[in-house]
């Protein structure tokens, strides 16, 4: 098991490009989660899936912003015209529910700087 | 509305001494709080969790504990070791959150030896 693995690890971008990034889950967890953090803040939730179906999507997520988890497992998110203000870093998270807890863990994110 | 709030951005303890972490919420729905340690330029890590059906859960060095009724939980870590020094972050979760964690701001804890 080699954890939640996110790639790329950074990416630099002109306004106006799109740009999309990938996770890989913990394989058989049945949810994926996408959360955004900026400087000085604690992580704020984006969406997720439970298996391939998109379940929660924030008010954060723009229309700019899609994220897709075509057959339950690596997930994409995409963000299209970018802007400076979503410079953040992106991470993902993946959780295994059965009953009761969701205990959810985290990539080392993809850290986007948008020029 | 921030309903989960970590009122102290920083936190400096001595080697082998007990750090305490606090954090607040206001949602009375919140059944499941997580600890998460962050690294720069990494991902959280999870550390521990507890439910609201107990007040107190230990692993190791670290405990949590629950207060409800005052909507508060706290991470002891005894000893403190300089390779605790991160960024700490509290997060809740609910029936009515729909699996999602609500993230406090974070405490950055130094540890110094």
């Known amino acids: 098991d080699t954890g939640v693995s996110q790639n790329p690890r950074h990416k630099i971008t002109k306004r106006g490009q799109n740009v999309t990034f990938r996770c890989d889950p913990i394989?058989?967890?049945?949810?994926l989660y996408w959360y955004r953090q900026t400087l000085g803040q604690g992580p704020e939730f984006l969406t997720y899936?439970?298996?391939?179906?998109?379940?929660?999507k924030s008010r954060l997520l723009s229309d700019r912003f899609s994220a897709e988890r075509p057959k339950g497992s690596f997930s994409t998110l995409e963000i299209q015209r970018t802007e400076q203000g979503d410079s953040a870093m992106y991470l993902c998270?993946?959780?295994?529910?059965?009953?009761?807890?969701?205990?959810?863990?985290f990539g080392p994110g993809t850290r986007l700087t948008v020029l | 509305d921030q309903q989960v709030k970590q009122n102290s951005p920083s936190l400096s303890v001595q080697e082998g001494r007990i750090s305490i972490l606090n954090c607040d919420y206001t949602?009375?729905?919140?059944?499941?709080f997580l600890w998460y340690k962050k690294y720069p330029a990494e991902g959280p890590t999870f550390l521990i969790s507890?439910?609201?059906?107990?007040d107190k859960n230990e692993d190791g060095r670290f405990t949590v504990f629950l207060n409800k009724s005052a909507k508060h939980l706290s991470l002891h870590i005894v000893p403190s070791q300089p390779g605790d020094s991160a960024v700490y972050f509290c997060?809740?979760?609910?029936?009515?959150?729909?699996?999602?964690?609500?993230f406090g701001q974070g405490t950055e804890l130094s540890v110094k030896p």
């Open positions: 998270a993946s959780s295994l529910v059965v009953t009761g807890a969701d205990t959810q863990y």
């Open positions: 394989s058989e967890h049945n949810r």
């Open positions: 899936f439970q298996n391939e179906a998109q379940l929660e």
């Open positions: 949602n009375s729905m919140f059944d499941y």
């Open positions: 507890i439910s609201s059906i107990k």
């Open positions: 997060a809740a979760s609910g029936n009515n959150q729909g699996g999602k964690l609500i």
